[in-house]
């Protein structure tokens, strides 16, 4: 498309619905794992916002590749790629994973969907999941399997997305449990449905097999939402920032071990577990890390997109610098902005005052919040 910005080629794979999409009007894309993103549809961020906080929105997020893991050696495999313990997942069950290197940095931090005791699928934000897991299996000579399987994720997301579902695939829809997984027939096909998604408001999300269905699926959720308004959408900045939800290469990246993300409760630094970089999370952990992420509620009238980090600076301008925020928003609910920033330990206590230096030019006055906001 013209209005996305993007040159496109080969390299920046359209996605089974990317058609659909297209028809919908979408107004520009982002690329995540080398696959087309729709970024916007609505006229305004805001009117995005207002919308699927009532109401229900359609999400090609096909983007979040499946890095699938099966063979003998599958949960062994898994577990020495994260240091959160996934010896008690259940078939059924969907665990939140921290993916870290021999120095505890961030790889990626996907949804685990443990499909049989031997079976993994790996819903990853955006870096090479694949090439490292293959490379991990490799050069362990693990008896395992790990490729890239034909699934791309629909997400039906808002809080009458389960009564959409419901109509659609039928009552035993509500039974799903948040990160929890069942499955459905569609057009004489089985697939896998997981209540859960990129927002605070409820949803699912289809993991289509078999791209060639990508259209038909697009509909049939598309005729179901009707009678409760439903349009097309895409992860909402402002929902996503005030939801404390953290994005891959915005908030961290390989340069930051999860602690400081804080994600402290989904690791276990001092269990027996083998998993790569333990003993570096563990010396993290022993020592104490110097900055967490946090929250930032500040001032100024609505504030510019944040394309590059913003200084964070206790107290006012002339303070020392204690933080960048790496993403921000106007909150139209909250009627301030909402930032996020990792901010050192001597200051990331809520309530802490800050200013933020935008991109504008502009100190903003604010403090450091817990996340999720309220």
């Known amino acids: 498309m013209s ?44 009117e995005d916002y207002w919308h699927m906080r009532a109401h229900v929105q359609i999400w090609d997020v096909s983007c979040q590749r499946q890095v699938e893991i099966q063979g003998p050696d599958a ?29 505890a940095g961030m790889v990626n931090d996907p949804v685990l969907l443990k499909l049989a005791p031997d079976h993994f699928w790996l819903s990853i934000a955006d870096s090479d999941v694949l090439l490292w897991a293959k490379g991990l299996a490799l050069g362990a000579r693990l008896k395992v399997s790990v490729r890239e399987p034909d699934v791309s994720p629909l997400s039906v997301q808002g809080p009458k ?85 953290l994005s891959y290469g915005n908030e961290f ?25 333990r003993e570096a999370l563990q010396a993290i952990a022993a020592q104490g890390h110097a900055r967490e992420m946090r929250g930032v509620l500040f001032d100024g009238g609505p504030c ?35 930032g996020m920033s990792m901010i050192e330990k001597a200051y990331w206590n809520p309530g802490q005052t800050v200013t933020v230096c935008s991109a504008d030019g502009l100190h903003r006055p604010g403090m450091v919040c817990a996340l999720p906001f309220a």
Request: net charge neutral.
């Open 253 to 277: 990246t390989l340069e930051n071990n999860p602690l400081e993300c804080g994600l402290g409760k989904f690791c276990s630094p001092d269990s027996d577990l083998e998993y790569l970089g």
């Open 161 to 245: 997305a389960e009564d959409l579902m419901a109509k659609l695939f039928g009552e035993h829809i509500r039974g799903i449990r948040f990160f929890n997984f069942d499955y459905v027939d569609f057009q004489g096909t089985r697939q896998l449905v997981q209540r859960g998604g990129y927002s605070k408001q409820g949803g699912f999300e289809i993991y289509l097999n078999d791209s060639a269905l990508g259209s038909a699926l697009w509909d049939a959720v598309w005729e179901a939402g009707q009678e409760f308004n439903i349009t097309p959408g895409c992860p909402n900045l402002i929902e996503r920032i005030e939801g404390g939800l």
């Open 75 to 103: 949960a062994r495999l898994v577990q020495w790629m994260t240091p959160r313990d996934i010896s008690k997942a259940r078939i059924g069950q969907c665990l939140y994973v921290p993916l870290i290197d021999d120095k």
């Open 3 to 46: 209005t996305s910005g993007l040159n496109m080629s080969r390299r920046i794979r359209r996605t089974p619905y990317t058609d659909r999409v297209e028809q919908h009007g979408v107004r520009g894309f982002s690329v995540v794992n080398h696959m087309l993103l729709p970024k916007a549809f609505a006229p305004s961020v805001e």
């Open 304 to 338: 510019p997109p944040c394309g590059k980090p913003w200084p964070v600076h206790a107290g006012d301008a002339q303070g020392p610098q204690i933080g960048r925020i790496t993403s921000a928003a106007w909150s139209p609910r909250l009627q301030r902005n909402v």
